[in-house]
Nanobody, 120 residues
Framework: QLQLVESGGGLVQAGGSLRLSCAAS????????MGWYRQAPGKQRELVAT???????NYADSVKGRFTISRDNAKNTVYLQISSLKPEDTAVYYC??????????????WGQGTLVTVSS
């Protein structure tokens, strides 16, 4: 069974940093793009950052220069280093991955989410 398990969320003061991790497990042939999304209370889920299997990255304008996405392909893990946190970064952060389970069979998988709370 494919799953993504996030960790690293918590309560942090404004200006602080956190590192989120997301590990994929199950019957995995390879993983294409991986990414992080977030959903703040009362708002829609939004893209934070994505990274391809080759390491190309894309960021939401609101996090550029403060967040860094990276991945370890050998560990099927994606990371999100978040710094200079602001109260408006408070949200549940979700991991997402396009997992190749076999030739011509890709599945989009979501993690359960990890809560990041930034106090002012």
């Amino acid at each position: 069974q494919l799953q993504l398990v996030e960790s690293g969320g918590g309560l942090v003061q404004a200006g602080g940093s956190l590192r989120l991790s997301c590990a994929a497990s199950g019957s995995i042939f390879s993983i294409n793009a991986m990414g992080w999304y977030r959903q703040a209370p009362g708002k829609q889920r939004e893209l934070v950052a994505t990274i391809t299997s080759g390491g190309s990255t894309n960021y939401a304008d609101s996090v550029k220069g403060r967040f860094t996405i990276s991945r370890d392909n050998a560990k099927n893990t994606v990371y999100l280093q978040i710094s200079s946190l602001k109260p408006e970064d408070t949200a549940v952060y979700y991991c997402n991955a396009e997992i190749v389970v076999r030739l011509n069979r890709n599945l989009e998988v979501w993690g359960q989410g990890t809560l990041v709370t930034v106090s002012s």
